[in-house]
């Protein structure tokens, strides 16, 4: 299937035939649902966009057997005029800024740049593209090259706004090829300075080992050491990647200012994000309509991007992530999340504290407020909100008094769960990454490949410890190909290629977050992935409810050199089998599928009940 251009104003839809799933129960006990069901009747509605026309759309069966659509609309361009600029020595963000609001004020336009390298002196943010509605920037052939690490293009309080075939990158890389020779590093290309701040090596490949240096990093030495013996868990002449920056902005960032989700149909088109010393695309908050076609993330060579390739924080929905290349990431290459804030109610229930750094409330927002296990215990609507305390704490009053069923802990804003968005034909590899984090309603994952990542391809969840996601609710992740990843090395969970679990905050065993005993995802269709060659196992579903698994196909699960089977992750092995029906646990039946026996319901797997 080709990239639909931005003038392609027909409907292009994928429709995944209907599955009715079965009310079975996997393992007794079930855990009660009455609050799952209800949160999510409310998040995964409406289903369809509620807009129309010229752009982008997208439709499916939904695992429930409804549709759901998705719509990002194209800038509304014609009889607009189109301004042309050439590369330019010295800082070319003074034309590029001038350009800009002339478009700005003739109310939208074509800005397009000439093929040529273009720098940008300033920043961060190198370039703001701040209230621009109907807007075109076409940079086919062109290259910004920003002189400082952080934000490169800010986008905020813009409208139906496109990038189409622009490259951007950095003067310096963030992240450089290396090998470890004789307890130093020596460098691929050019040695960093003397002294710069080191703050991740990591070996390449799903096997390679790690060290992570922490907020302040490790100065290098003359000579590329980083002092005592820390490179001596590396093998003598290991490729490894070095990270020399710490979650610095992202090469293209999307964020409107006065938590206020204002931006809305904004469309990356055949874009190259070369390298980035924070993350590639970066979405902190925005309104419905995202889309991120036919583009690259990361290039061959050493350099790369330093955290995450792809990540929404906060937006209300609409996305479409489709045909894009992502290779060489060094933390997720595609992370769907939406907020969690703290939450603490005021006597009466007519006030809150809200808190957290994602806390984007404003009034007339609707919140669901849920209890330290993330069950809905209520909801409520903004009157007011005051201004942030010393600790980040919003006070704020509601409409109305609201009554809980129970202690009320965190809250999520209706307006920013990330509904209804399409991960389609995507190719993620060679990154030190998961392939796709899903946390959100009315999703669908199809026909993506995985290979070489250092941890497994797949998640659906929501985490408290994190303060991320609404739950993976009425998801179909289907026809994927994942073939040699790796395995992830957190304690007490139970891993595999495709991992459905919910997280609670605190310690739990190991002193890890603990897995939520009652679901957080329902209403899944997990349907002919092909799996092999991988680090772990291949499904493993814990924390969910309402999950049909049919015609996946597991060959050569739980790969890992010199490593324990998968279920050891579990404190004692011989006691968590002991408590399973022998077909429950993979290693029993050989099939690497694990469906957890005391936090799942209605699970049914090609056709049966059960695991």
């Given at each position: ?24 129960t ?24 509620p ?17 759901v659509?998705l ?9 607009r ?16 800024t ?13 800005l ?5 390298s ?8 190198a370039l ?7 807007v ?9 090259v920003f002189?400082?690490?952080?934000d ?23 992240v450089?090829?290396?090998?470890v020779r004789?307890?130093?590093l020596a460098?691929?290309?050019?040695t ?7 703050f991740?090596?990591?070996g390449t ?12 990093g ?10 005592g013996n820390a490179?001596?868990?590396?093998a ?20 409107d200012?006065?938590d206020?989700?204002v931006?809305?149909?904004?469309t990356?088109?055949?874009v ?5 010393a ?9 309104g ?23 990540h ?14 992502f290779a060489?990431?060094g933390?997720?290459a595609?992370?769907?999340a ?11 229930g007519?006030t ?6 994602t806390?984007?409330?404003y ?11 993330l ?5 409520a ?10 600790q980040?704490?919003?006070?704020t ?17 209706m ?10 034909d ?45 739950g993976?609710l ?20 139970v891993?595999?290629?495709?991992t ?33 060659e ?6 493993s ?18 790969r ?8 050891m992750?579990?404190?004692s ?5 002991a ?11 050989g099939?690497g599928?694990?469906i ?7 699970v ?8």
């Open positions: 299937m080709s990239v639909a251009s931005l003038s392609d104003a027909g409907p292009k839809r994928f429709v995944l035939p209907a599955v009715a799933l079965a009310v079975a996997c393992c007794t006990p079930a855990p009660s649902q009455s609050a799952t069901a209800d949160w999510v009747s409310l998040a995964t509605a409406p289903r369809t966009s807009v129309d026309g010229d752009g982008l759309h997208r439709e499916w069966t939904g695992a429930d057997g409804q549709p659509s719509t990002v609309l194209a800038p509304r361009v014609a009889g005029p189109t301004i042309t600029l050439r590369p330019a020595d010295g800082d070319n963000a003074p034309a590029i001038a350009a800009l609001a002339k478009l700005r004020a003739s109310g939208g336009g074509t397009r740049l000439a093929p040529g273009y720098p940008i002196s300033g920043g961060p943010p703001p593209l701040d209230r621009l509605t109907d075109l920037v076409d940079g086919t052939g062109a290259q910004l002189a400082n690490w952080g490169g293009i800010l986008i905020s309080n813009a409208a139906r706004l496109a990038i189409r075939g622009l490259s951007v990158g950095y003067a310096r890389p963030p450089v090829a290396a090998q004789g307890g130093a460098f691929a290309g050019p960093p300075p003397p002294g710069a701040p080191v991740q090596v990591t490949g799903p096997g390679g080992a790690r060290m992570l240096l922490g907020r302040q490790r100065a290098l030495q003359a000579d590329g050491a980083l002092g490179l001596g868990g590396f003598p002449g290991a490729p490894v990647r070095v990270k020399l920056s710490y979650y610095k902005g992202g090469a293209i960032r999307i964020f200012p006065d206020k989700p931006s809305h149909d904004i990356l088109d055949g190259t994000v070369r390298d980035s924070g993350a590639g695309v970066v979405v902190d908050l925005m419905r309509g995202l889309a991120v076609i036919g583009s690259q993330f990361g290039t061959d060579g050493g350099a790369g991007i330093a955290y995450d390739a792809l929404v924080t906060a937006a209300t929905g609409d996305i479409l992530v489709e045909h894009n290349q060489g990431s933390d997720d595609i992370n769907l939406s907020p969690i804030f703290d939450a603490q109610m005021g006597p009466g007519r809150a504290l809200i808190g957290g750094n806390a984007h409330i009034p007339g927002a609707r919140l669901a407020l849920f209890d330290a296990g069950q809905l215990v209520g909801t609507q903004i009157a007011g909100r005051s201004p942030r305390d010393g980040g704490r919003m006070p009053e509601f409409t109305a008094p609201v009554s809980t069923s129970g202690v009320v802990r965190y809250a999520r804003n307006d920013l769960l990330g509904q209804r968005y399409a991960v389609v995507n190719q993620v590899a060679d990154c030190v990454c998961h392939g796709v984090l899903a946390q959100n309603p009315d999703g669908l994952i199809r026909d993506n490949s995985f290979s070489g990542l250092r941890y497994n391809a797949i998640r659906l969840l929501t985490s408290a410890m994190w303060k991320e996601g609404a993976a009425n998801v179909v992740v289907a026809d994927n190909r994942v073939q040699g990843t790796g395995a992830d090395e957190r304690g007490g969970m891993w595999a290629a495709i459905v679990f919910g997280e609670l905050a605190g310690n739990g065993a190991g002193g890890q977050a603990p897995i939520a005993p009652t679901p957080l995802n329902a209403r899944l269709l997990i349907r002919d992935n092909q799996i092999a991988v680090g772990q196992g291949c499904i579903v814990s924390s969910a409810t309402d999950v049909t698994l049919d015609g996946n196909r597991c060959t050569g699960f739980d890992r050199a010199a490593r324990t089977p998968m279920l992750e579990r404190a092995m011989a006691a968590w089998l408590r399973l029906p022998a077909k429950s646990a993979y290693l029993a039946r099939d599928v694990w957890d026996p005391t936090t799942t319901s209605a049914t797997r090609d056709g049966a009940a059960g695991g």
